[in-house]
């Protein structure tokens, strides 16, 4: 399968512990996102990746959330002293950079987490 | 912040009709694009129309666009059961380029009645 996997599928922790989620994209594509999705809504955006720089980030990736992209390939994102408001599905996707007619993402299947 | 809205919410709908469902956007675009997800699993892209084009058909699927009132369509003709899903509307916003960080909707949630 050359899709985009994601793991842990589920992950449960308790309030204050740190948690990491591994995405790897499909091998040719350059670009990596990071989505949040929470129940009844539509993905917000979190960060992005070109290659191993990391372009942009959202202002809800905050200062204890923390994403890295090593040598362009594969991506961590680590959420530190997590809160039951973090409780989300984590949704990575990859695409090729996009250009004006391009720019179809490839979801994974995310990263469920709930923070009791 | 998301900057499309779907319309309606929720649809319920039986088998062989057809399902239309909206989306409405704020800023100026590059593209807009349909993803579907089923419950519990991750987003399938299903159709890209460019900024330019006003019509798109892929199968059963038929997407407008009218970038004067910023507003896009999904038809889906005879529905089938298997559509059951969540369809979200994402735009590529026009930042002097395409940045690709696209912009999703709350979504429609269809229904399929066998």
């Known amino acids: 399968d050359t899709g985009v996997s994601q793991n842990p599928r589920h992950k449960i922790t308790k309030r204050g512990q740190n948690v990491t989620f591994r995405c790897d994209p499909i091998s040719e594509h350059n670009r990596l996102y990071w989505y949040r999705q929470t129940l009844g809504q539509g993905p917000e955006f979190l960060t992005y990746f070109q290659n191993e720089a990391q372009l942009e980030k959202s202002r809800l990736l905050s200062d204890r959330f923390s994403a890295e992209r090593p040598k362009g390939s594969f991506s961590t994102l680590e959420i530190q002293r997590t809160e039951q408001g973090d409780s989300a599905m984590y949704l990575c996707a990859s695409s090729l950079v996009p250009g004006m007619n391009t720019g179809e993402l490839f979801f994974g299947e995310g990263s469920r987490l709930t923070v009791l | ?114």
């Open chain 2, 1 to 114: 912040s998301q900057q499309g809205e779907e319309d309606p919410q929720a649809l319920s709908i039986q088998e062989g009709e057809n399902a239309t469902m909206n989306c409405s956007y704020k800023t100026s675009i590059n593209n807009l694009q349909w993803y579907r997800q089923n419950s519990g699993r991750g987003l399938v892209h299903l159709i890209l129309i460019r900024s330019n084009e006003r019509e798109k058909h892929s199968g059963r699927l038929r997407v407008t666009l009218d970038t004067s009132k910023k507003s896009s369509s999904l038809l889906i003709t005879a529905s089938r059961a298997a559509d059951t899903a969540s369809y979200f509307c994402a735009t590529d916003p026009n930042y002097g380029g395409s940045q690709g960080n696209l912009i999703f909707g709350k979504g429609t949630k269809l229904s399929v009645k066998p």
